[in-house]
């Protein structure tokens, strides 16, 4: 934890509290509606209505409620909803107050439970933007591998949409850090549909392991208010024999991975800090913009540093490794707060908002939910299979190994080499379960020569 | 206000606000060091390194650009921030200020003015597949396409350190007498690092990352680093390999083993001094690690020249206007090398676990039969002679190999004739 007991005491006790105001003090968690604030709305609809123009071209409409030197609180309102939202004034680049005429909207909700989910996104609406949102949910190198995500994402870029959104729910397999290859795998699937042009936005909820590492290669990642990205584990524990290998295979790690991170624009020193439980990373922010350091905040660095992890030995090692700084998983807070995260939004009325697309979209969610469950459904099954044949195999295997017994075994083998053909991505990537079986068929037939020349 | 005032005034803030949002995409302006200027949209940011996203024509780009090579920044159009006082520099900056590099295109076949770039990929395992041998035929095939420039893609984890002083010689002997050789990296780890070191020119992919140069072997109880006179071979190697590529071998030696490395950065010329301690303005590896760079840090420590995330941007960055891509045959012998090699490897542990079962059954005919097979794919994957599959335990599969299990298929074959009679 932190370096000072007291400071990890007030940490301890504050820190729920402080992550809860930032989150809703930070910066826009898109406004959700609100029955309150639809009388607030409807009371103020006749006055002129303020506008905070973006830096990034954005323009938002609404009613300017609090203002400070670093932030500006403000009603907004889209349609017919309103809801708070906090901006930081190092991403304003104009405040106009009583500038916009309210337009009556037909749209406003008769009544504060009105859902505005109630248009029913199912049907094509001319001149309505398309979200196509795809889940991913599972392990990546296991449920989410190449061919799936390939066919999902074929078909979302076929859709044409305004934006595809990957909803991300997913760990790895294998857990841990060594994740971070099958990520690295399935990176070209994502960057080529940004590359071709499509507008890729990740959402999530788990980013766990080597999962944490995929939607880095994206620049839009947004999360939800109880996401996370993460828990890779401590590379430092890495053995595979003398120390100075061990340090050669942290270090290739480290730069494969923050390879993904510059891919997408994010700070590389976060991947050290996500993946060694010694390094220091604390940061502060000047005009808005995160600054780091990657030791232990000096008298001569200044002021204003949050030490996001520290070295986590003695006094800073984490009571539970989960939950401490001893390495780096962000949350949505953190996350928003050192541009990571966009916005932080729990629906995908809200995240098409924070998309400026507003509340008139389509929801396309294409082939991909069925693309993706069942592949799912079906490795999982093939899985399962798998065990069930290698069962059969032991026990035909301490038979009496007749012909007929022998040639039943070739057919279990045969089995099995069929599954890992199907899922070779997950069972069988370089072909050496299959070359196996190969072998031990040969082995069977060896032995079926073998009796009936004994035989004759 | 008048209610015919409030009107105008909300018409003006609208049309005002419809035109920021329209030039909001080019409010930024980046002006590099040689002499270009990105007018578009910086759209991240971080402490080395910003991407800046810009129309060519009616094409988006996106790209990412290094503070060292900014001159300054203008955001928003009217507030100019010099790059950070503390940025360095690189140390090699553009060879040609270019007037326009975001100009680099793919030029028709016809055009006369075209470059001529080939891309030979050189991938996976150092030794079995990233081959000094199948480099050198692919090069052999670029003699009738002419190309100006030869582009090394490597993709590699590195393996056999014993290829890299030939893969050195090739890319020194055979490559550079006759063509402008660019390394592009998208991953040149351990021997990989170590062959790419021979380059002059290297450019780095954004994943990118290059060194882990470590030598190990494996043995029962794990991984074990050379160490001894196998190991100063090795940094006498990579002197020589450094001074091919002009480069500090200083550098190189931090990616083999744990060295205290920093940099000084000439803010005027961009030159980089390199120290093995830790009194540099830089520090850049220490004893307790081993180096691996990615594109960012390797850009702005003069190890790469620049980051290109297409062949386009790569040509640009190579100061070329117009391009055209030959080679297609020599890449295509790397990619059908590499899916045979695979194969062959794989092949080769069945075919001679094969023939063991087969001799246990006392079938030497058969086993023979597979020896053979395991010939023919050794024939049309030749590195397997050198190499043999080091990640199935089989040996160099080369004639003393065959030799010596002919002879032993022989000496049963005798017993069992003898037994026979």
Redesign the interface.
């Known amino acids: 934890m932190r370096s000072s007991p007291t400071a990890r005491l007030n940490h301890r006790i504050w820190a729920p509290i402080l992550a809860l105001a930032a989150a809703i003090l930070a910066y826009s968690p898109a406004p959700r509606p609100a029955p309150a604030f639809f009388a607030t709305a409807a009371a103020v609809a006749d006055e002129p209505l303020d506008r905070i123009i973006l830096k990034n071209g954005q323009v938002i409409e609404g009613r300017v409620l609090s203002e400070t030197d670093t932030q500006v609180e403000m009603l907004v309102m889209v349609g017919g909803i309103s809801a708070p939202a906090t901006y930081s004034k190092s991403n304003i680049l104009s405040i106009e107050r009583g500038v916009v005429q309210p337009v009556a909207d037909s749209r406003r909700p008769s009544s504060p439970s009105a859902s505005p989910r109630a248009t029913d996104r199912s049907e094509s609406r001319p001149g309505a933007a398309r979200l196509y949102v795809m889940r991913l949910n599972g392990n990546i190198g296991f449920e989410i591998s190449k061919t799936p995500l390939r066919q999902a994402f074929d078909d979302a870029m076929a859709s044409n949409p305004d934006a595809i959104v990957v909803r991300l729910d997913a760990g790895s397999f294998p857990e841990g850090f060594d994740g971070m290859w099958g990520a690295e795998a399935l990176a070209p699937i994502v960057t080529d549909a940004i590359n071709a042009g499509h507008r890729v936005v990740f959402w999530i909820k788990r980013a766990e392991a080597g999962a944490a590492f995929l939607p880095l290669v994206c620049p839009e990642i947004y999360f939800t208010s109880d996401g996370r990205l993460g828990g890779v584990g401590d590379l430092a524990d890495f053995n595979v024999g003398e120390d100075v290998v061990n340090l050669k295979q942290i270090s290739l790690r480290i730069g494969h991975a923050e390879g993904l991170a510059i891919t997408g624009g994010y700070e590389p020193k976060l991947i050290r800090a996500m993946s060694l439980k010694p390094e220091w990373l604390a940061v502060r922010f000047r005009g808005g913009a995160p600054e780091y350091i990657t030791w232990e905040p000096r008298p001569e660095d200044g002021d204003d540093w949050h030490i996001l992890t520290d070295n986590g030995e003695g006094k800073n090692k984490d009571e539970f490794s989960f939950e401490g700084n001893d390495v780096l998983t962000l949350n949505a807070d953190w996350a928003f707060r050192i541009g990571v995260a966009r916005g932080v939004v729990d629906t995908i009325d809200d995240l098409a908002f924070e998309l400026n697309i507003g509340r008139d979209y389509e929801d396309i969610s294409g082939r991909s939910v069925s693309i993706l469950n069942s592949w799912r459904d079906r490795v999982r099954r093939a899985r399962t299979q798998l065990q069930d044949l290698n069962e059969e195999l032991g026990q035909a295997g301490r038979g009496r190994g007749d012909a007929a017994a022998l040639g039943r075994q070739i057919n279990t083998l045969r089995q099995m080499r069929s599954l890992y053909t199907a899922f070779e991505e997950v069972f069988d990537a370089d072909g050496v379960q299959r070359s196996q079986i190969d072998i031990q068929i040969e082995d069977i037939r060896q032995r079926i020569r073998d009796a009936n020349r004994r035989r004759r | 206000m008048t209610m015919k005032n ?2 105008f ?2 018409i003006l ?2 049309l005002a ?1 419809l035109l ?2 329209a030039s ?2 080019a ?1 930024d302006r980046v002006h590099l060091k040689d002499g270009r200027v990105l007018e578009g ?1 910086i ?5 080395t ?1 910003l ?1 800046i996203t810009y129309f060519m024509g009616t094409v ?1 780009r ?1 790209e ?1 650009v290094l503070k060292a090579n900014i001159a300054r920044i203008e955001r ?1 159009a009217d507030n100019s921030t010099p790059a950070p006082a503390d940025t360095p520099v690189p140390a090699r900056p553009a060879a040609e200020p270019a007037a326009d590099r975001t100009s680099a295109r793919p030029a028709s076949p016809a055009s006369p003015d075209a470059r001529r770039i080939a891309f030979i990929s050189l991938e996976e395992m150092v030794g079995p597949f990233m081959n000094a041998g199948a480099l050198r035929r692919s090069i052999d095939l670029l003699e009738s396409d002419d190309p100006d420039i030869v582009v090394l893609v490597i993709n590699s ?1 590195g393996g056999a350190a014993d290829e890299v002083q030939k893969l050195s010689d090739a890319i020194q002997n055979h490559i550079k007498p006759k063509y402008r050789v660019v390394a592009w990296i998208k ?1 040149a ?2 021997a990989a690092a170590m062959t790419a070191w021979t380059c002059e020119e290297i450019y780095m ?10 030598a ?1 072997f ?2 029962g ?5 050379v160490k001894g006179e196998e190991l100063e071979q090795y940094f006498r190697m990579m002197q020589r390999i450094s001074a091919r590529g002009n480069r500090d071998p200083l550098v190189m030696r931090a990616m083999q ?2 060295t205290n490395l920093s940099a000084d950065i000439d803010p005027a010329t961009g030159k980089v001094t390199w120290r093995n301690d830790l009194d540099g303005q830089h520090i850049v590896s220490t004893a ?9 840090d390797s850009v702005r420590f003069g190890v790469a020249r620049a980051v290109a995330a ?1 062949k386009d941007e790569l040509a640009r960055h190579l100061n070329v206007d117009e391009w055209i891509e030959v080679g297609h045959d020599a890449e295509k012998l790397q990619v059908t090398f590499r899916e045979d090699v695979k194969t062959a490897q ?2 080769a ?2 075919l001679l ?2 023939m063991n ?2 001799l ?2 006392g ?1 030497v005919a058969r086993a023979r039969s597979f020896l053979g097979q395991v010939k023919g794919w050794v024939r049309r994957a030749s590195s397997l002679e050198e190499y043999g599959a080091p990640d ?1 335990g089989v040996p160099p599969l080369n004639d003393e190999f065959f030799r010596e299990v002919e002879k032993q298929l022989e000496q049963i074959a005798e017993q069992q004739r003898t037994r026979r009679r």
Do not use: C, W
């Open positions: 409030r009107f005034t909300a803030a609208v606000s920021l949002a909001s995409f409010d949209t759209s991240r940011e971080g402490d390194f991407y988006e996106t990412l928003d984890g991953s780890i351990s992919m954004p994943e990118g990352n290059i060194g882990a140069a470590t190990f494996s043995q109880a794990g991984a074990v680093a083993v744990p307790n690690q081993i180096l691996t760079l990615n594109s960012i297409s794989l092949r542990v069945e676990q094969k079962i087969a246990r059954g079938d199935f």
